[in-house]
Nanobody, 117 residues
Framework: QVRLVESGGGLVQPGGSLRLSCVAF????????MGWYRQLPGKGRELVAV???????NFADSVKGRFTISRDNAKNTVYLQMNSLEPEDAAVYYC???????????WGQGTQVTVSS
């Protein structure tokens, strides 16, 4: 059974930082593009950042220069380091694993990020 388990969300003040982690169970994550998406109530999920199976990152324009994404294949884990957080970054953040060229696509359960003073 495949599971993606996120952690690291919480409440942070504007300008603060959080590090999200996503551990993949049941897959060899090195074969997957791993990404982070976020969703506000009543809205669709939007891409935040993705790191390819070869390690190439891509970011949404809104987070470029503030967020970084990395992966540790030995730990089957992907990280999202979020710096200079803004209230607009508040959302539920979801981890995603997508094996390129296949229909294999998995989601985590989400972790809440709240940015407020």
């Amino acid at each position: 059974q495949v599971r993606l388990v996120e952690s690291g969300g919480g409440l942070v003040q504007p300008g603060g930082s959080l590090r999200l982690s996503c551990v993949a169970f049941g897959i060899i994550s090195s074969a997957y593009d791993m990404g982070w998406y976020r969703q506000l109530p009543g809205k669709g999920r939007e891409l935040v950042a993705v790191i390819s199976s070869s390690g190439s990152p891509n970011f949404a324009d809104s987070v470029k220069g503030r967020f970084t994404i990395s992966r540790d294949n030995a730990k089957n884990t992907v990280y999202l380091q979020m710096n200079s957080l803004e209230p607009e970054d508040a959302a539920v953040y979801y981890c995603n694993a997508n094996r390129p060229g296949t229909v294999w696509l998995y989601w985590g359960q989400g972790t809440q990020v709240t940015v407020s003073s």
